[in-house]
């Protein structure tokens, strides 16, 4: 049943078994070893790429959020800005066109005054001219004129008619 064991039979079993060894280890393992190492590496350095791109994109999120709040807030100063400046040439336009009317106004003024005066002026000539008229009827006799008018003027203007 059990055969003896012969000593010849189990060096040569150990010593193919160190030699298979040995030729695998140099055939296979070694090879084998040196991929797992190398796939071990890539996947460090995948994980340590991965790593680096996860945090520059974290910093360029940070880094766009700040420009958007910049852009947010510089947009609103703008727009302040441009309300500013729309209010001041609605005033100034209001302004300008208060002033124009007060021109307008005070030109009209004075063209009336001075309708006014051209009217009391051919007013008095005609009252004058008038007085002398009625005046030469009365008496009935031709009188100098330049004389009389300046006479009636000034009596106009004594009286207060002008």
């Known amino acids: 049943m059990l055969q003896s064991l012969n000593l010849y039979t189990c ?5 193919n078994f160190l ?3 040995f030729v695998l280890k140099k055939v296979l393992f070694k090879p084998v070893m040196n991929y797992m190492e190398q796939r071990s590496e890539e996947i460090a ?3 340590k ?3 680096e791109a996860k945090a520059d ?6 880094e766009y959020e700040f420009q958007l709040k910049n852009a947010k807030a510089d947009g609103q100063k703008i727009i302040d800005e441009m309300t500013e400046r729309a209010n001041n040439y609605y005033d100034s336009t209001i302004a300008k066109a208060e002033e124009e009317s007060r021109e307008i106004l005070a030109r009209a003024k004075e063209d009336s005054e001075r309708e006014h005066q051209k009217i009391l002026q051919e007013s ?3 009252i004058a001219g008038l007085a002398l008229a009625a005046a030469s009827k009365v ?4 009188m100098d004129n330049e004389s009389n008018r300046k006479i009636i ?3 106009l203007e004594e009286t207060g008619a002008a």
Do not use: C, P, R, W
């Open 11 to 15: 060096v040569f079993a150990f010593l």
């Open 19 to 21: 030699v298979l060894f």
């Open 45 to 47: 350095n995948t994980i």
């Open 49 to 51: 790429e991965s790593e």
């Open 57 to 62: 994109a974290d910093q360029l999120k940070k």
């Open 124 to 126: 008095k000539a005609e």
């Open 139 to 142: 008496i009935g006799a031709n």
């Open 153 to 155: 003027d000034k009596f």
